[in-house]
């Protein structure tokens, strides 16, 4: 709720204090006092354009301050707490304007950016009038209205957690795709890759093994010739094993007479006889098992070209082929593994699809029971207000294929049918003046517990019409102003008479040029008004009875 408006050096504006209650506050005035003037200076307050020419004439510079009292409940609170402004006690709207055309704007003495501060007032206040409706004209903003009227904030809540799963899954699946596709163009040589060192079949530690070989076959004539001379040495009658076995059985004769000091000798030399016997049998084995074969040799060069080939390849050492080899495999498996990981994903995304399917059709069937239902409460307003003739319709269209978002399913436009058997159309298209500020105002009326706004502002509804019509509209704006704070400009006696405040704007002359001030007017200068307003320059007793009727009717 507005609580109050300062304005400094605006256009005829030169100091102003409004303070404000709840309720309707009408402001009353001749034509040209200024009415205008004070909702320009709200506006500026709320972000609206600025230009150096609303400093008055003579000052540096023109500032308007906007201070509402904002219920806890009020989504203004979270649009504050996300850009770290301070939210305790009243919220302050300042603009300031200088000379020069330059602007500021500050939320409770924070500087800020005009989006930002329009953000923030659109939570706030709404003006309507002939020209302009704030939202109401905006087919943008009307699926949200009607959801308000029906009270489905749960049901758009689940929704549109329904979305966020969706398109979370949506996005996972594509980046698995991206990713697939990318390591796809790999798989080629990994499979390539693979299949060669699968083939090639690499050993730990096995090129110093076959190396070893080679340079023992490329020098096996020597070796071998090097073990026969050995073995014919160590072979025979007159190799070592035998002349050490000799050796032994002449001290094993004389043992028994040494007293057994030669047992230790003859243990000594049955150790190096049958070491011996051993050496016998390696040197054999070991000729035995010598490859001399060319082909042998052959074979092994090439597996080690073969080996020393691949690492080259892939650059690193033949021992590090069998790792290298590991991790190939291993990167293909996660190609086939993303595979199965893909269905998995593209599964989910089908189920989180069919969640937010079914949520957007229920939603959309409770929007066309709730359609039903506006439609009905809008086409209640407008008999009064002598527009019995015009049919409102709440037109609920699927989106385009592709177009889902988290409110779901749903393209919402209220419709106007001006007769009988004419073509709905936008409102924007079909009212103009005063008959679509009236339908303006029948609509609000239904919307206005749903809207969430605090403030409504209303230049001029009323003009042009009069009488019963006149009665209609201040009375609707009477029971608005029962959910929320309604400020009006008002030339008609009848809807000024509903208000709960009345301000008189007035227009001096003085030395330094012409100033608009505005006054709350007591019981009885109300009276007065409404009936200069009833008769006008000359207040007749008849106008001032006039204007005591309407004001006791208005507060029955």
């Not at 090639?200 to 076959?217: I, Q």
């Not at 070209?305 to 080259?312: G, I, P, Y």
């Not at 749903?410 to 500020?437: H, I, N, T, W, Y």
Request: with cysteine.
């Amino acid at each position: 709720m507005l609580r109050r408006l300062s304005i400094r050096n605006y256009v005829l504006i030169d100091s102003l204090d409004i303070d404000f209650g709840a309720g309707m506050a009408v402001f009353t005035g001749e034509t040209g006092a200024g009415k205008s003037i004070l909702l320009d200076a709200l506006g500026l307050a709320l972000g609206t354009r600025a230009t150096s020419g609303v400093v008055a004439r003579g000052s540096e510079r023109a500032s308007v301050v906007a201070v509402f009292a904002i219920a806890e409940t009020n989504p203004v609170h979270a649009l504050l707490v996300e850009h770290d402004l301070d939210r305790d006690g009243e919220l302050l709207l300042r603009r300031v304007i200088g000379a020069d055309g330059r602007s500021r704007a500050f939320v409770n003495d924070t500087p800020t950016g005009l989006a930002l501060l329009r953000s923030i007032s659109g939570l706030l206040v709404e003006i309507d009038g002939q020209t302009e409706a704030g939202g109401l004209l905006d087919p943008a903003k009307h699926l949200a209205m009607l959801d308000e009227f029906a009270g489905h904030g749960e049901e758009r809540e689940s929704l549109a957690a329904a979305h966020a799963a969706w398109r979370a899954a949506q996005t996972e699946q594509r980046e698995a795709e991206d990713a697939q596709e990318s390591t796809r163009r790999e798989e080629e040589y990994l499979r390539h890759a693979v299949s060669e060192l699968e083939a090639l079949a690499p050993e730990s530690g096995e090129e110093e093994r076959r190396a070893a070989e080679r340079t023992m076959l490329l020098n096996g004539q020597k070796i071998a010739e090097a073990l026969d001379a050995a073995s014919a040495g160590m072979a025979g009658e007159s190799g070592a094993g035998a002349r050490l076995r000799a050796a032994r059985r002449d001290i094993e004769r004389v043992a028994p007479a040494a007293a057994g000091t030669l047992d230790g000798l003859l243990e000594t030399l049955e150790r190096a006889a049958i070491e011996a016997e051993e050496a016998e049998g390696a040197l054999s084995a070991a000729l035995g098992a010598l490859d001399t074969d060319a082909g042998r040799l052959e074979a092994v060069e090439e597996r080690l070209f073969s080996l020393r080939a691949a690492a080259r390849k892939h650059r690193t050492g033949p021992d590090s082929l069998p790792a290298l080899l590991a991790t190939l495999r291993g990167e293909l498996d996660l190609i086939e593994g993303g595979a199965d990981r893909l269905v998995a994903l593209r599964a989910a995304t089908e189920a989180a699809h069919r969640a937010y399917d079914d949520s957007a059709r229920a939603v959309s069937r409770a929007r066309q029971s709730a359609a039903r239902v506006l439609d009905e409460a809008v086409a209640d307003e407008l008999a009064p207000l002598k527009l019995a003739r015009a049919r409102f319709s709440t037109a609920l269209d699927p989106v385009a294929e592709g177009a889902e978002s988290r409110t779901g399913i749903d393209r919402c436009r209220f419709m106007l049918a001006p007769d009988p058997g004419a073509d709905p159309q936008p409102l924007a298209k079909v009212a103009s003046g005063g008959e679509r500020a009236r339908l303006l105002l029948a609509l609000r009326v239904c919307l206005a517990r749903a809207a969430g706004l605090s403030t409504l502002v209303f230049d001029e509804i009323d003009r042009g019409i009069g009488g019963a019509v006149a009665d209609a509209v201040g009375e609707r704006l009477a029971r608005l102003a029962e959910d929320v704070q309604v400020l009006v400009v008002t030339h008609s006696p009848q809807v000024a008479a509903c208000g709960d405040q009345h301000y008189r704007v007035t227009r001096a002359e003085g030395e330094q040029g012409a100033t608009a001030r505005v006054a709350l007017l007591t019981e009885d200068q109300r009276q007065e008004e409404i009936a200069r307003m009833l008769s006008g320059a000359q207040v007749t007793e008849e106008a001032r009875a006039a204007a005591d009727s309407l004001l006791s009717r208005a507060s029955a």
